[in-house]
C-alpha cells in the first residue's frame, strides 16, 4: 500500500463534508520529474463546463489541503483527468505527486472557471495559449464537441522550460487525430498545436508571447495574424505569461470577458500550488 493510500486508510474515521465528493484513482501517468496526470472516477451527479475548475484534496489530515486544479478531462467524459506539477513540499502536490491506483482523491463539489465558452463572443478562430500545466483547461476543450460548433479553426500553444515537458499535450492531439471518437468531435473543423522548450529540446525556441510580436507564430501554422473581429482568445499559464499575453492582445483591440459580461478573451488566474 502507498504511503497516500496509509494515510487515508488512518483516516477513513474523519467525516467527508456535504459538499466534497471522496473519488478513486483510475490511473496514474507520470511524464517527467515534474508533471504527472491522473485520472479517477467521477459522481453522477457532477456537472461542469469545459475548462472549469474545482478544488481537490486528499484526505490525508483531519484538515485536508485543497488546491484549484483545472479539470483536463471534457464534460462528456465518464471519469476526471488532472494534468499536475510536482512541487518539493507543496502543500498538496508533495503528496499528490505520489497517489496510486485505488487511492482516495477529495473534490469539493462546485466547478467554476472563466475558460468557458460563454465568457466569448462568437468568432471564427479559438486560440488557447498556455504554459506548463496550464493546458490542462485546454485539454477539456479541445475534446469538447461544443467547441467546434462554435469555431471553424481551433489553435492550441504551449510553451514550457524542456522538450519532454512537452509530451503529455503531443500524445493529447495525437489521440486527437487518430482516434475514431475524436475525428467525429472535430468533424471538418481543424485542430493546429504550436509547442516550443525555451530551453532545451528539439523544438528550442521563443515563447509564444514572442513568436506573437515577430509574427513567427503565424508564419509556422500558415494561419493569419491575430484580428480582434473574428479571433477569440484563451490564457492559462504562469502570472508573467498571463500578464505578458493580456497586453499583447489587448494592444490589438481584444477585450477580457467573463461569465456575465462575454468578451473576445478570456484568463483563469486560479493557480495550484
Not at 65 to 90: H, L, M, N, Q, T
Request: proline share 5%; glycine share 6%.
Amino acid at each position: 500500500m502507498s504511503s497516500v493510500a496509509e494515510k487515508t486508510a488512518e483516516t477513513e474515521s474523519f467525516p467527508i463534508p456535504a459538499n466534497v465528493f471522496a473519488e478513486t484513482v483510475t490511473s496514474v501517468t507520470h511524464y517527467t520529474d515534474r508533471l504527472f496526470a491522473f485520472r479517477m472516477t467521477r459522481p453522477q451527479s457532477f456537472r461542469f463546463r469545459s475548462g472549469e475548475f474545482v478544488m481537490i484534496g486528499l484526505p490525508n489530515a483531519e484538515k485536508p489541503v485543497y488546491r484549484a486544479y483545472s479539470i483536463a478531462s471534457p464534460a462528456w467524459d465518464e471519469e476526471i483527468e488532472f494534468f499536475s506539477i510536482k512541487v518539493p513540499g507543496g502543500p498538496l502536490t508533495e503528496h499528490l505527486q505520489k497517489i496510486q491506483e485505488g487511492d482516495t482523491v477529495l473534490m469539493r463539489k462546485k466547478p467554476t472557471g472563466t475558460l468557458v465558452h460563454d465568457a466569448l463572443i462568437p468568432g471564427k478562430r479559438l486560440f488557447l495559449f498556455s504554459t506548463g500545466t496550464g493546458i490542462a483547461p485546454f485539454a477539456s476543450v479541445i475534446r469538447d464537441p461544443e467547441t467546434y460548433e462554435k469555431f471553424d479553426q481551433v489553435i492550441l500553444t504551449q510553451t514550457c522550460r524542456e522538450d519532454s515537458e512537452l509530451e503529455y499535450g503531443r500524445q493529447l492531439v495525437d489521440h486527437m487525430k487518430t482516434d475514431e471518437l475524436m475525428q467525429e468531435v472535430v468533424g471538418e473543423k481543424e485542430l493546429l498545436f504550436h509547442a516550443t522548450a525555451t530551453q532545451k529540446g528539439e523544438v528550442t525556441g521563443d515563447r509564444v508571447t514572442k513568436l506573437i510580436e515577430n509574427g513567427k507564430l503565424f508564419i509556422d501554422l500558415a494561419i493569419a495574424p491575430l484580428d480582434p473581429a473574428n479571433d477569440r482568445a484563451m490564457i492559462c499559464g504562469s502570472m508573467a505569461m498571463l500578464k505578458d499575453t493580456e497586453k499583447l492582445l489587448q494592444e490589438r483591440g481584444f477585450e477580457e470577458g467573463a461569465n456575465n459580461a462575454p468578451g473576445t478573451y478570456v484568463v483563469e488566474r486560479a493557480f495550484v500550488d
